[in-house]
């Protein structure tokens, strides 16, 4: 299985993110997620997505600031966020497992991670 993720960048702070993450080698990965992990900071789940029935999940700290969508013809999980501060710069990295779940430990497949840097 693997999982290539692409979109991160520079964004200016108010800018919008837009990251894409292709599975392929599987039909089975129904879970999968995006985390992140910024400089000093734990990596945390930023939302969690069950492939087969859209079933979501986010965080309480960051609900309603981000969206996460499947496109299963495509083999592609997107996340998206309007409204981008500093906070948000991080390494993001998307990760896919048989189970819908917020916890990295049930993610078997990582990607390479892609940077996000919110700055002017």
């Known amino acids: 299985v693997q999982l290539q993720a692409s979109g991160g960048g520079l964004v200016q702070p108010g800018g919008s993110l837009r990251l894409a993450c292709v599975v392929s080698g599987s039909t089975n990965m129904h879970g999968m997620a995006w985390f992140r992990q910024a400089p000093g900071k734990e990596r945390e789940i930023v939302a969690a997505?069950?492939?087969?029935?859209?079933?979501?999940y986010y965080p309480d700290s960051l609900k309603g600031r981000f969206s996460i969508t499947t496109d299963n013809a495509k083999n592609t999980v997107y996340l998206q966020a309007p409204r981008l501060t500093p906070d948000d710069t991080a390494v993001y990295y998307c990760?896919?497992?048989?189970?819908?779940?917020?916890?990295?430990?049930?993610?078997?497949?990582w990607g390479q991670g892609t940077l996000v840097t919110v700055s002017s």
């Open positions: 990760a896919a497992g048989r189970a819908f779940s917020r916890l990295a430990s049930d993610y078997d497949y």
């Open positions: 997505i069950e492939r087969r029935i859209s079933a979501t």
